[in-house]
């Protein structure tokens, strides 16, 4: 556990003070970065500055040296070679990469992709350029549990399929879908596999050779590193190979050209090492504060509902339906806890989850829907003033549609 929770205002168990930060549970948005990470980050800004790209003097050399170190770490936390990692700005562009490089490199000999309805955002929108751009791309959908189904995944696999793309850990339901089977699968009918990790990497123990993955998207900002970093693993035997999506010095074995930003791949590289470390003791922490939040809401409001599998998921992660509720209306009455309704970059369109939607969650219920995330800084003190304002916030909404139901009833 992280030492630098004291920079938290402390409060009394009845609510905020005028000053105080709201209690954090958007832990699958973003992560702050850790203070040991910015700590590592920071002389490579000034006094240890160099282009880690100039081999021809000692300050460039000191910068690669470095930077070589941050990959090892990241390879290390998955079980990978350093000369897998890619580095690039985020796991939206490792995604990108991922999809486009792959299918545009095999194109003369395979054209199809299989993906999943409830991807990433990011993911989706790389598949439908895709088809735009003439390749052919099979969406799964999911069973209720949020899970894919192999035999539909078997199924889905042709002779023209070159790519398999489906996420380790969901964002905003927190599963884990089956990826060493889903590995496996790809294996055996000679097809790659890619697997967005973006949340998974540094919370559940991942293993490229074991769970058969060839390429495998991370982010820097999802695992207590800065924003503006991330990684994509490339397998080398057998190789992967991709086409290029952004043309330049060659760096990165020619797969993503540009200077490399020393501080962030220090960053991303000591947030893996940091989370390798504290995984063991973390994973647990995180999952009794998240039954201990679900069990108390429980308690005080019954008719909650948890969304997908409760067993096959991220340990700081919960999704809940308080039927009745409107979920905009529940985040704007609790300035004084952040969580969000899905995932961030669709919370901000008022469609219901596509995600939700696509377990088979009516319209209502998932507009009734939020995602809870607790976090390396979070505290069971904060779970319980969160539970507090959360189970009075519904009730509040409540009362108050059902006076409103009320008078409507009287007056009609
Ligand atoms: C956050 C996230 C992304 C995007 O990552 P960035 O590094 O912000 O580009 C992609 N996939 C999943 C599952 C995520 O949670």
Redesign the pocket.
């Known amino acids: 556990m992280c030492p630098e929770r004291k920079g938290k205002a402390v409060t009394g168990a009845s609510g905020q003070s005028p000053n105080e930060q709201p209690i954090y549970l958007d832990f ?3 992560t702050p970065t850790d203070p040991h990470v910015v700590e590592a980050m920071l002389p490579y800004f000034t006094e240890r500055f160099g282009n880690p790209h100039s081999r021809s003097h000692a300050i460039g050399g000191r910068a690669e040296e470095a930077v070589e170190q941050a990959r090892a770490r990241i390879a290390g936390v998955i079980g990978a070679d350093p000369r897998e990692i890619i580095f690039t ?7 990108n990469l991922a999809l486009k490089g792959v299918a545009h490199f095999y194109q003369d000999r395979k054209n199809h992709v299989v993906t999943c309805v409830t ?5 989706l929108e790389a598949a439908g350029r895709l088809e735009r751009d003439g390749f052919r791309v099979s969406y799964l959908g999911v069973r209720d549990d949020g899970l894919v189904d192999l035999d539909e995944l078997a199924d889905a696999i042709t002779e023209d399929t070159v790519l398999v793309s489906i ?5 905003e339901i927190g599963i884990l879908q089956p990826i060493a089977e889903i590995g496996a699968l790809c294996r055996e009918h000679g097809v790659f596999f890619h697997t ?5 990497v540094g919370k559940i123990p991942l293993d490229v050779a074991e769970m058969g993955i060839d390429l495998m ?6 695992v207590y590193g800065p ?4 990684a994509l693993y490339v397998r080398r035997r057998p190789r992967v190979r991709l086409a290029a999506q952004i043309d330049g010095g060659g760096q990165e074995r020619g797969m993503r050209s540009g200077t490399l930003p020393t501080p962030l791949c220090i960053g991303l590289g000591q947030a893996c090492a940091l989370a390798a470390r504290e995984m063991g003791s973390e994973a647990p922490r995180l999952r009794a504060l998240r039954d201990r939040f679900l069990d108390r809401v429980r308690q005080r409001l019954p008719d909650v509902r948890t969304n997908g599998d409760m067993t096959r998921r991220l340990p700081g992660s919960l999704n809940l339906t308080f039927p009745g509720i409107d979920a905009e209306a529940l985040m704007t009455a609790l300035p004084g806890v952040a969580f969000s309704s899905g ?3 669709t919370s901000a369109s008022l469609e219901p989850s596509y995600v939700l939607r696509a377990l088979g969650v009516d319209e209502e219920a998932a507009r009734a829907s939020v995602r809870f995330g607790f976090g390396r800084t979070t505290t069971e003190e904060e779970v319980d003033r969160a539970v507090d304002q959360v189970v009075e916030g519904v009730e509040r909404l409540r009362s108050g549609s059902r006076a409103w139901a009320n008078a409507s009833q009287i007056a009609g």
């Open positions: 699958q948005a973003t700005s985020g796991a939206t562009e490792s995604n991807e990433h955002k990011c993911v996420m380790a850990a969901h964002n967005d990790a973006a949340q998974a998207s991370i982010s820097g900002h999802k924003m503006g970093i991330g995932s961030a970059c």
